[in-house]
């Protein structure tokens, strides 16, 4: 199961961030600005990785539970909700992100 949820997370991850960096390509061809200067990429960018950083931190709270360290039940599921939470509205930017692409790319001009 852990398996499953790392390859979907990974896979999610991919293309928020090859749809990020279309839209940045996209963006430096029309004004001509440099890849440095494109702070909406850098959000991106930040956001997925701090959806990674809460799934790793869930990781590790549940691993420590399960081998028996003094942690306690309550800090573990609230840690794992936050990274499912996170990781949903990943998701959902990324739909609305390739939404927002496709009606841009349908556009005649």
Known sequence: MDVQTNSLFQRHTDHVWQATQRAAQHNRASTGESESQNPFAKLLTQGVQQVNDAEVDSNKKIEQLLSGEDI???EVFTSIQKADMSFRLL???RNKL???FEELNGIRV
């Open 98 to 100: 390739l939404q927002a």
């Open 91 to 93: 998701v959902q930017i």
């Open 72 to 74: 306690n039940q309550a």
